[in-house]
């Protein structure tokens, strides 16, 4: 044991030197690592991605497997982008009803019916079938909606969706999922 000791020491040093120069290398890939470890240790983020998942299976019949998947994905990317994971939620029920195969007009792809056309670079090397990218790259989307915008959700839906009712649809069915995807309404009701 005392043998591996210096070995594991030595390890560890060259691992959190590596780190910066990760970050450096690539910033997207070390912001996307610091944000999952940051909604994986924070237990009232863990308690609403929980809470998703479990209304995702009961309420809309997505398997727990692939209910779980989303509920990470969303809280993972709505921690990144400062999106209320609610409003994320309500998109994909409205663009794929949560069917990650889905396609749409425009060749719009996944969960979040992501156009690859009209964002070439963010679709560039991105299975849009793949939850965790799809919603990754349509809060992208969105978010560089949301400050175009000056912060305007409403104008930033418009954009993502093509119109006013897309937005005020949108609007209207994010009240179904704050009770499960708010992180402090899971805090207090857990604790």
Known sequence: MRRFLPIFAALTVTLSAAQPA??????????????????????KTEQASHKISE?????FGVAREKAQTIAAAVMSSASKYSLPPALLLAIISIESRFKETAKG??????????????????VRNVDLTDPEDNIETGSAILHGYVKSAQGDVDAALKSYGGSRAYAEKVSLRVK????????????????
């Open 105 to 122: 007009p425009n060749n719009a792809t996944g969960l979040m019916q992501v156009v690859p056309s009209a964002h070439k670079k963010l």
């Open 22 to 43: 990760l970050a450096q290398e690539n910033p997207v890939a070390a912001s996307d690592a610091a944000a999952e470890s940051a909604a994986q240790a924070d237990p």
């Open 176 to 191: 179904t999922f704050e009770p499960a995807a708010s992180v402090d309404a899971a805090s207090a009701s857990g604790q």
């Open 55 to 59: 209304m995702l299976t009961r309420k």
